[in-house]
C-alpha cells in the first residue's frame, strides 16, 4: 500500500488525512495488457486515480511478471489462471487465493470425461485396447492445454520409451499401438514438415476424421463439438470431452430438446461405468479451475471483501473500473472460504495437479540450456516452470556459467547442450568450438538485422573497396560479423595479398582498430585502438567521427542511432551529413552482409533425432509465450522485458524462432552471413593488381636468379 501523492491537493488530503484513523491508502492491483480490445489499461487505470478509489494499477509485462511483483510486496493482487498457480507452487511463490472469477455456477471453468458407447462392449478403462477414439486434437491450446488434451491417453496407455524417438513421437507411437484408430485432428507438432511425416508414419489417428489424410483444425470432427459427433455418427467408439458439451450435445441441459441418451455411458476412472441418462454425478478425470483473484497474505481479508463487492451498477466508479480491468466475461465472482494457500487450493480440482505430474522418460531428455547471468537463469527457470505447466517436453534445465564462453566451451564438453549467442559470436562458436546452430532468432524488418555497411567521411572520395587500400579502419572487435564480412567482401576482390587472413587485412589497411585482436600477434591492426572509448559498435562509430579512421564497418542500425543518440546529447560537431554508407559502385546493393540478432548454438555431433525434439521445445515456447501467442494476455514473455530489464537470455526485437535466419520465406536479402561463413573460401595469396613490395621483391629475386644462371 503507497499514499499517491503528485498534486498540492492530493499533499494537503493525505495531511488531513493522516489525522484521522480513516486514512485512505491504496491497493495496487497488477494489470497485463492483452491485445486489441483487450487493451483496456490506458482506458480504465485513469479511472482508478480518481480521489475514492481504494486501487491503483501497476502494470505488469506478463501474468508472471505480476505474481514475482506480488511476492516481492511490490503489488497486492492480480488474475491469475490455474496454470499460473501451478508455476507459482513450483517455485514456491507465495500468494493466496481469495476470489474465482466464474460465468457460470459450476465449480470449476469445465470438467472433462469420457464417454463410451456401449455398443463398443466397454466395461472397465482396461478395454480401450483396440477401440476406436474421439478426440478434440490440437490447435487451440490456449484453453485446452496439451496437459488436458493428453490426459486420457496418459492414463491409460501404455508409455513407451523408445530411444530413437522423440518424446513426441514415442507418445504418438504408443496411442497409435494401443488404438485401433483415432480422430486427432490438428497439428500435433509445430513443424508442419515433420507434422505430415508424423501423420504418414501413425495414419491410424487420423483415419477416424472426416477427411483422414488433411487431419487438420478444419475437419468435422476437431475441436469441441467435433468428438461427440464422431461418436453419435457412429465413427468412434469413446470420446475424451468437455462435460458441458457432452451435457449440451445430448439435450441433458434443463429445458433443452431432450435427444437420445440410449445407449452412451460414462467411463470412470476407477473402471465402472454410468448410463447417461443417469441420474447420479457424471464421472469427471480431470477439471480445469476458474480463474483467480490472488493477493499478498497480508492483505488477502480486505481485497476479497472488495473484490465481492464490485459491480457495474455505475458505470463511472472506479469499482466499475476495475471490474473491466479484471475480468474478461466472467460474470460472478465467489469468495474462496476460507482463503487459501495455492497447493491445498489446488489439491480439491480432480486430477489438475496430477495432470502436471506424469512421470517422463527415463533416463531423462533434459535440455541444458547455458546462461550467464543470475537474471539469464531466473528468467530460464521460470521459463522451465511455465512450459512444463503447459505440456512442454522435454523439459529444460537452466545451469549458470560465468560466461558465453564458458558456455561455449562447455557445450563442447557435454556439460550444456543449448547457448543462445549474439552474431558477433557465431563464427568463434563454429570454429573454436565446432559448434552449429539450432535456431535463429528472427526479425520483422531490416532495422533490426545486423547488416553490414562501412561508414565513410562524405567527402572522402572514397567510393569502392579498392580505394580503402592503405586506410584506416575501425571495427567493433575481431572475428565478429563486421570483421568476416570484410575480410570475405577483400578476399572474393582478390584484394588480400597475403595469408593468412590477418596478416592480409594487416597489410591492406594502414593503422587500424580491430578490437580483442589476438594479443599474440603484433600487427598495426591494434594501433588505433583505445580501450575503453574506440571497443563495440559506438566506439568503432566514434573513431571514425574523431578523425582516426577513414572508415568504419558497423551495423546499419548503429549508424543511424549513433548520429541520432550524438544530437540528443547536444554535441553539434558531428553531423550525420558529413558521412555516408560506403556503396561499392560494382555492386547495387551497399551491404556487405546480414545477419539474425542471434542463434541457439548447440554440439555438432548432435544426433537429428534429438536435434528435432529439441527444435519443437523452443517453436513451442515460441508459439505459447512469443510475439504471436494465441491467448488475451500471455502467462510469459519470451521475447521483452523481464523484471525490468531488457534483452535477457533472448534478444527483445526477435519476432519468431526459426530454424532459418529469416522471419519469411519471401525474404530475398541477399549476403546472409551464416551462409558467408559456410562458403568462406580459402585464402590466396597474390591477386592480379597491383605489385606489392613483397611481390617485386620475389620478382627481383627470381630476376636475379635468372642471371645468375646465365
Ligand atoms: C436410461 O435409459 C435406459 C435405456 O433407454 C432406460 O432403461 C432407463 O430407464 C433410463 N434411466 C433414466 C434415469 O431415465
Ligand atoms: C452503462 O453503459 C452501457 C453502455 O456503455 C449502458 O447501456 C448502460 O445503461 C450503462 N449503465 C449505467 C448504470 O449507467
Ligand atoms: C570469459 O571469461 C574468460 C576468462 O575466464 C575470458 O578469457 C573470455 O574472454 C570471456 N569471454 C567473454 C565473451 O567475455
Ligand atoms: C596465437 O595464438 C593462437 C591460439 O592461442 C594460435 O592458434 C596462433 O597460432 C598464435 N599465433 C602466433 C602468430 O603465434
Ligand atoms: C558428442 O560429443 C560429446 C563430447 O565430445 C560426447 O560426450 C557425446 O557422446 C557425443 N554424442 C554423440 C551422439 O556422438
Known amino acids: 500500500m503507497y499514499v499517491l501523492c503528485n498534486t498540492i491537493a492530493c499533499v494537503i488530503t493525505t495531511l488531513v488525512c493522516l489525522s484521522f484513523v480513516e486514512c485512505r491508502m491504496k491497493y495496487q492491483v497488477c494489470v497485463v495488457d492483452g491485445r486489441g480490445s483487450f487493451r483496456k489499461a490506458a482506458k480504465y487505470c485513469p479511472i482508478l486515480d480518481g480521489p475514492d478509489s481504494k486501487v491503483e494499477c501497476i502494470i505488469g509485462l506478463d501474468r508472471?511478471?505480476?505474481?514475482?511483483?506480488?511476492?516481492?510486496?511490490?503489488?497486492?493482487?492480480s488474475v491469475f489462471t490455474p496454470e499460473d498457480l501451478v508455476t507459482a507452487s513450483t517455485l514456491q511463490v507465495e500468494v493466496l487465493v481469495t476470489n474465482e472469477m466464474r460465468y457460470t455456477n459450476d465449480a470449476f471453468e469445465y470438467e472433462v470425461v469420457a464417454v463410451i458407447d456401449d455398443e463398443a462392449r466397454i466395461k472397465t478403462r482396461y478395454d480401450l485396447r483396440d477401440k476406436r477414439l474421439c478426440h478434440p486434437g490440437y490447435g487451440y491450446e490456449a484453453d485446452w492445454t496439451q496437459i488436458l488434451a493428453n490426459y486420457l491417453e496418459v492414463s491409460i496407455v501404455p508409455q513407451s520409451c523408445n530411444p530413437l524417438l522423440s518424446l513426441t513421437e514415442n507418445r504418438i507411437s504408443s496411442s497409435s499401438k494401443y488404438f485401433k484408430s483415432a480422430c486427432k485432428a490438428g497439428p500435433w507438432v509445430n513443424d508442419p514438415v515433420l507434422d505430415n511425416e508424423l501423420k504418414r508414419k501413425y495414419p491410424n489417428l487420423c483415419g477416424l476424421c472426416n477427411s483422414p489424410t488433411v487431419c487438420s483444425t478444419d475437419d468435422k470432427y476437431w475441436g469441441r463439438r467435433g468428438p461427440l459427433l464422431c461418436l453419435t455418427d457412429g465413427v468412434g467408439d469413446i470420446t475424451w470431452a468437455r462435460l458441458d458439451d457432452v451435457r449440451s450435445h445430448f439435450g441433458l441441459i434443463p429445458g433443452s430438446a431432450v435427444t437420445t441418451?440410449?445407449?452412451?455411458?460414462?467411463?470412470?476412472?476407477?473402471?465402472?461405468?454410468?448410463?447417461?441418462?443417469?441420474?447420479?454425478?457424471?464421472?469427471?478425470?480431470?477439471?480445469?479451475?476458474?480463474?483467480?483473484?490472488?493477493?499478498?497474505?497480508?492483505?488477502?481479508?480486505?481485497?476479497?471483501?472488495?473484490i465481492s463487492s464490485l459491480s457495474h451498477s455505475d458505470n463511472n466508479s472506479w469499482q466499475s473500473a476495475l471490474l473491466n480491468l479484471i475480468e474478461t466475461y466472467h460474470l460472478t465472482i465467489k469468495s474462496v472460504q476460507p482463503i487459501e494457500a495455492i497447493e491445498s487450493y489446488l489439491s480439491r480440482a480432480t486430477g489438475f495437479l496430477s495432470a502436471n505430474s506424469f512421470p517422463g522418460c527415463h533416463p531423462p531428455r533434459t535440455v541444458?540450456?547455458?546462461?550467464?547471468?543470475?537474471?539469464?537463469?531466473?528468467?530460464?527457470?521460470?521459463?522451465?516452470?511455465?512450459?512444463?505447466?503447459?505440456?512442454?517436453?522435454?523439459?529444460?534445465?537452466?545451469?549458470?556459467?560465468?560466461?558465453?564462453?564458458?558456455?561455449?566451451?562447455?557445450?563442447?564438453?557435454?556439460?550444456?547442450?543449448?547457448?543462445?549467442?549474439?552474431?558477433?559470436?557465431?563464427?568463434?562458436?563454429?570454429?573454436?568450438?565446432?559448434?552449429?546452430?539450432?535456431?535463429?532468432?528472427?526479425?520483422l524488418n531490416e532495422e533490426e538485422k545486423?547488416?553490414?555497411?562501412?561508414?565513410?567521411?562524405?567527402?572522402?572520395?572514397?567510393?569502392?573497396?579498392?580505394?580503402?587500400?592503405?586506410?584506416?579502419?575501425?571495427?567493433?572487435?575481431?572475428?565478429?560479423?563486421?570483421?568476416?564480412?570484410?575480410?570475405?567482401?577483400?578476399?572474393?576482390?582478390?584484394?588480400?595479398?597475403?595469408?593468412?587472413?590477418?596478416?592480409?587485412?594487416?597489410?591492406f589497411f594502414s593503422d587500424s582498430c580491430v578490437p580483442n585482436f589476438p594479443t599474440n600477434v603484433s600487427s598495426s591492426l591494434k594501433a588505433l585502438c583505445k580501450p575503453g572509448i574506440y571497443d563495440d559498435e559506438y566506439g568503432a562509430m566514434r573513431c571514425l567521427t574523431h578523425g582516426n579512421g577513414d572508415v568504419a564497418f558497423v551495423s546499419k542500425h548503429t549508424y543511424s542511432t549513433f548520429f541520432k543518440d550524438i544530437k540528443e546529447k547536444g554535441d553539434l560537431r558531428i553531423d550525420a551529413k558529413d558521412y555516408k554508407i560506403l556503396c561499392d559502385n560494382s555492386d547495387e546493393s551497399c551491404h556487405?552482409?546480414?545477419?539474425?540478432?542471434?542463434?541457439?548454438?548447440?554440439?555438432?555431433n548432435s544426433s537429428s533425432l534429438w536435434i528435432k525434439d529439441t527444435l519443437d521445445v523452443f517453436l513451442q515456447m515460441d508459439n505459447l509465450f512469443g510475439k504471436n501467442f494465441k491467448s488475451l494476455t500471455t502467462p510469459f514473455t519470451l521475447f521483452g522485458l523481464f523484471d525490468g530489464k531488457p534483452n535477457v537470455l533472448f534478444h527483445d526485437i526477435t519476432n519468431k524462432l526459426r530454424d532459418i535466419p529469416k522471419l519469411k520465406n519471401t525474404d530475398t536479402m541477399k549476403k546472409e552471413y551464416d551462409d558467408m561463413l559456410d562458403k568462406f573460401g580459402e585464402c590466396v595469396s597474390g591477386g592480379s593488381t597491383p605489385l606489392t613490395v613483397t611481390n617485386n621483391v620475389y620478382i627481383f629475386f627470381i630476376i636475379c636468379v635468372l642471371l645468375f644462371k646465365f
Not at 550467464?372 to 505440456?391: D, P
Not at 555497411?453 to 565478429?480: H, M, W
Request: charged residues 20%.
Open 64 to 77: 508472471l511478471d505480476c505474481l514475482r511483483r506480488i511476492s516481492k510486496g511490490k503489488a497486492d493482487f
Open 261 to 306: 441418451t440410449d445407449g452412451y455411458s460414462y467411463l470412470c476412472q476407477d473402471g465402472t461405468t454410468i448410463p447417461l441418462n443417469s441420474t447420479t454425478q457424471p464421472c469427471v478425470w480431470v477439471v480445469k479451475p476458474w480463474p483467480v483473484v490472488a493477493s499478498k497474505r497480508t492483505s488477502a481479508q480486505e481485497i476479497q471483501e472488495f
Open 368 to 443: 541444458r540450456i547455458c546462461t550467464t547471468t543470475n537474471l539469464e537463469n531466473a528468467k530460464c527457470s521460470w521459463l522451465r516452470e511455465v512450459s512444463t505447466v503447459y505440456g512442454i517436453e522435454p523439459d529444460i534445465d537452466c545451469l549458470k556459467a560465468d560466461n558465453k564462453t564458458h558456455c561455449m566451451q562447455g557445450i563442447a564438453a557435454n556439460l550444456f547442450d543449448v547457448v543462445i549467442v549474439p552474431a558477433d559470436m557465431v563464427n568463434q562458436a563454429k570454429t573454436s568450438y565446432q559448434l552449429k546452430t539450432l535456431f535463429y532468432e528472427t526479425v
Open 450 to 507: 545486423y547488416v553490414t555497411v562501412g561508414v565513410v567521411r562524405a567527402n572522402s572520395g572514397i567510393t569502392s573497396f579498392e580505394d580503402l587500400q592503405s586506410k584506416r579502419a575501425c571495427f567493433p572487435k575481431y572475428d565478429g560479423v563486421a570483421w568476416n564480412s570484410v575480410v570475405h567482401t577483400l578476399n572474393s576482390k582478390k584484394l588480400i595479398k597475403i595469408c593468412p587472413f590477418i596478416e592480409g587485412m594487416s597489410e
Open 592 to 604: 556487405l552482409s546480414w545477419a539474425p540478432p542471434g542463434q541457439a548454438m548447440i554440439r555438432l
